[in-house]
């Protein structure tokens, strides 16, 4: 199955997507912009999940944070963006999951907005539909 022949969506579907993928690069935003400035709240909520309290750790995970998210919102990289921000979710599960913190609460977010961040990109995004086709 070529792009063109990618299963079309309703108008409806299309713009869940978008919502969805909005969501993502909304939150992905704040998640970011906070790790930047030297922010003792972000050094200090690190420490419990075994990272080191120290801002610039933070403005590293911010910048990654960022750059993956930029990545996503174009379409042109958005499958890159969403392969790059689904490592970012896996490691703040494998922090969550290590440290022992709440399964459904605090664990599984990461998952909750990869589901969120695949779903919005398959919606929007014709390529990945040609690539997973789900229906005939």
């Known amino acids: 199955m070529s792009i063109s022949e990618a299963a079309p969506v309703s108008s409806g579907a299309l713009w869940t997507g978008r919502v969805l993928s909005g969501i993502i690069v909304l939150f992905m935003i704040f998640d970011g912009a906070?790790?930047?400035?030297?922010?003792?709240?972000?050094?200090?909520?690190?420490?419990?999940?075994?990272?080191p309290a120290d801002a610039n750790v933070a403005r590293m995970l911010g910048i990654i944070g960022l750059i993956s998210t930029a990545l996503y919102?174009?379409?042109?990289?958005?499958?890159?963006?969403?392969?790059?921000?689904?490592?970012?979710?896996?490691?703040?599960?494998?922090?969550?999951?290590?440290?022992?913190?709440?399964?459904f609460s605090h664990t599984l977010f990461g998952v909750y907005l990869g589901v969120m961040l695949w779903g919005g990109l398959f919606l929007r995004d014709p390529r990945l539909r040609a690539l997973i086709p789900f229906s005939r």
């Not at 919102?73 to 689904?86: D, K, M, N, Q, Y």
Request: charged share 10%.
């Open 34 to 51: 906070i790790k930047l400035p030297p922010l003792d709240i972000v050094t200090q909520t690190m420490v419990p999940l075994g990272w």
């Open 73 to 103: 919102a174009l379409p042109r990289t958005s499958v890159l963006g969403a392969i790059l921000l689904t490592a970012y979710m896996g490691g703040a599960i494998a922090t969550n999951a290590r440290v022992g913190n709440p399964l």
